[in-house]
C-alpha cells in the first residue's frame, strides 16, 4: 500500500532553518506530483510547494524564495528546505501524493495519500 512518513521537523528561532524529509513506498513514485503542505491549530490545510514528474516547481506566495521542493526520483524522498522561518510558519507539515498521474497543483483535495505530518514551531 501507498505509505508516505514525514520527519525532520523541530522548534526553531525566527530566521532559522529546517529541512524536511518524505520518505514514499508502495507506488511508482516518479510518476505522480508530490507536494508538501501545513496546517496551523484552527485554520484548514493549504498547499505549501509541489513538484512535478518533470521537476517544475509551484510555490504559495507566503513561501517564495524562502523555501524549496526537491525530489529524488532513485530514493523515492521528497524533500522541503525551508529558509528565513517566521512563526507564521508553524504548522504541522504533510507530504501528499496526487491522486491522477496529471500535472501538480496547491489544491488540498487533488491529492489522495498523506502522511501523518511533522511538527515545525517557529518561535519569535
Known amino acids: 500500500q501507498v505509505q508516505l512518513v514525514e520527519s525532520g521537523g523541530d522548534s526553531v528561532q525566527s530566521g532559522g532553518s529546517l529541512r524536511l524529509s518524505c520518505s514514499a513506498s508502495g507506488y511508482t513514485y516518479s510518476s505522480y506530483c508530490m507536494g508538501w503542505f501545513r496546517q496551523a491549530p484552527g485554520k484548514k490545510r493549504e498547499g505549501v510547494a509541489v513538484i512535478d514528474s518533470d521537476g517544475s516547481t509551484t510555490y504559495a506566495d507566503s513561501v517564495k524564495g524562502r523555501f524549496t521542493i526537491s525530489r529524488d526520483n532513485a530514493k523515492n524522498t521528497l524533500d522541503l528546505q525551508m529558509n528565513s522561518l517566521k512563526p507564521e510558519d508553524t504548522a504541522m507539515y504533510y507530504c501528499?501524493?496526487?491522486?491522477?498521474?496529471?500535472?501538480?497543483?496547491?489544491?488540498?483535495?487533488?491529492?489522495?495519500?498523506w502522511g501523518q505530518g511533522t511538527q515545525v514551531t517557529v518561535s519569535s
Open positions: 501528499a501524493r496526487r491522486t491522477f498521474r496529471d500535472r501538480c497543483t496547491l489544491v488540498v483535495l487533488s491529492y489522495d495519500y
